[in-house]
């Protein structure tokens, strides 16, 4: 799925490839972009996703066959796309079109976001509003911004147009979605679908070199294949986007850390793809291969490549239920990652965290229920008792205009405790102080 809301990445990276395009000679693909990152510098933590693994990209009801003349743009332009990224086409690509009216149909039948997913990002103080009406936002702002998307469970490409006659900012998403379809073919994109997948921190990390591979290749493409006047075409239809007040006010009503976690694969992924770039996009086969496990690892594209970031400890949780009762159940446990703890920490007044975040080892969640009432625990392990006692210090800060009594923050509705031990410091939150303090 491409975003408008991150087309400004784009255009950065149009800057970036178009030396190499116009260096290339005859037909052949070379290009050799330069990343303009600072390696010596962390990177800024864009934001989080501890979120349940991401729902599948709803399946439509295949449309009409497209029109013969649309089909021979789709495939020349598959032809391209095979031929710029170096992957044969192992079976052909099935595609159908759909109008903005149609999708947004399909979104209100498919999408759903139930209490217990809102519930989890307030308790985490990912977003300040629990009675939120998110599912409804979000069904607006994809009905709005979607330009086409490729189903891995029934390996159809979907291209989101009012008509046959594709702009060539739609011809250039194309583009990215039959990158997605020969990442399928070739690499495999079963970890999307699979719901019992709880290391959300590790499915962010595959989204974003996912997408980086397919943000690249799209914006190769645009230089490659377009031709003058369609590349004009295209960077004036991105920019127009950009500028769409009416896109931004549905943009505006929805929670940061919500967008943060939908652009992040679309931002951190293509950043990643430059830092990891040789000369040869074929290069980046490796990384769909075998991915960082991380989002640290996203987001410190130059450390990692160094061999310089681990790959996280496995932190294991209490099981709280025996202590909470019976009338408790498990909703959700996972992966946080440094991606989520960055924007918790932001969201919660610390401006820059990012060196402290560099010496995160690993963490786990969990979520309980009872009704109404919340309990969440969250687990983080550091590099040292000293890097430890640093997160403690931060997650304190969070928390300096809460009241406390006997160790426990209480704000908007919110009960919190944190406890440390050695290279472990454990973030526990409840809507009931009674039933935080008797786990504790």
Do not use: K
Not at 114 to 127: E, F, T
């Amino acid at each position: 799925m491409r975003r408008v809301s991150v087309l400004l990445i784009l255009l950065l990276l149009v800057a970036a490839c178009t030396t190499a395009a116009d260096d290339q000679a005859d037909d052949t693909v070379d290009p050799t972009p330069t990343p303009a990152v600072d390696e010596t510098q962390p990177e800024e933590t864009p934001a989080p996703e501890p979120t349940p693994t991401p729902e599948p990209t709803p399946t439509p009801e295949p449309e009409d066959e497209i029109s013969e003349e649309l089909q021979a743009l789709v495939d020349e332009v598959t032809e391209n796309v095979v031929e710029l990224r170096g992957l044969e086409l192992l079976e052909d690509l099935q595609f159908a079109i759909m109008s903005r009216d149609e999708l947004a149909e399909m979104l209100e039948e498919e999408v759903e976001l139930d209490q217990s997913d809102i519930d989890l990002y307030w308790i985490l103080r990912l977003i300040d509003d629990r009675e939120i009406d998110l599912e409804q936002m979000l069904i607006d702002v994809q009905a709005a911004d979607v330009y086409g998307f490729y189903d891995p469970e029934t390996q159809e490409t979907y291209i989101i147009a009012e008509d046959e006659d594709l702009s060539a900012m739609e011809e250039v998403f194309l583009a990215h979605e039959i990158t997605h379809a020969l990442q399928d073919q070739h690499f495999g994109l079963d970890r999307i679908l699979d719901e019992d997948d709880r290391d959300y921190d590790a499915l962010n990390a595959f989204m974003a070199i996912v997408e980086g591979d397919a943000v690249l290749t799209q914006e190769l493409y645009a230089q490659q294949y377009l031709g003058s006047e369609r590349l004009l075409e295209y960077q004036q239809e991105a920019m127009a986007a950009l500028q769409d007040s009416e896109m931004d006010g549905l943009m505006d009503e929805i929670p940061a850390y919500i967008m943060e976690s939908l652009s992040f694969p679309y931002i951190a992924g293509p950043m990643f793809m430059l830092q990891a770039w040789d000369g040869d996009i074929n290069g980046i086969d490796q990384f769909l291969q075998d991915p960082p496990v991380s989002t640290q690892q996203i987001l410190n594209p130059a450390a990692y490549l160094r061999g310089d970031i681990e790959d996280p400890v496995v932190v294991e949780l209490p099981d709280l239920l025996e202590p909470l009762g019976d009338d408790w159940e498990l909703y959700d446990e996972g992966t946080f990652g440094v991606f989520t703890l960055g924007f918790m920490l932001e969201a919660n007044g610390i401006a820059e965290p990012d060196d402290d975040l560099e010496w995160w080892n690993g963490d786990s969640f969990a979520m309980y229920r009872d009704g109404d009432d919340i309990v969440s625990v969250l687990a983080t392990q550091w590099y040292d008792e000293e890097r430890a006692a640093g997160f403690e210090d931060l997650l304190l800060e969070t928390m300096t205009d809460y009241t406390e009594e006997d160790g426990v923050y209480s704000g908007d509705g919110r009960f919190h405790s944190i406890e440390v031990d050695g290279d472990l410091v454990t973030l526990i939150s409840a809507t009931d102080q009674d039933v935080l303090e008797s786990i504790r």
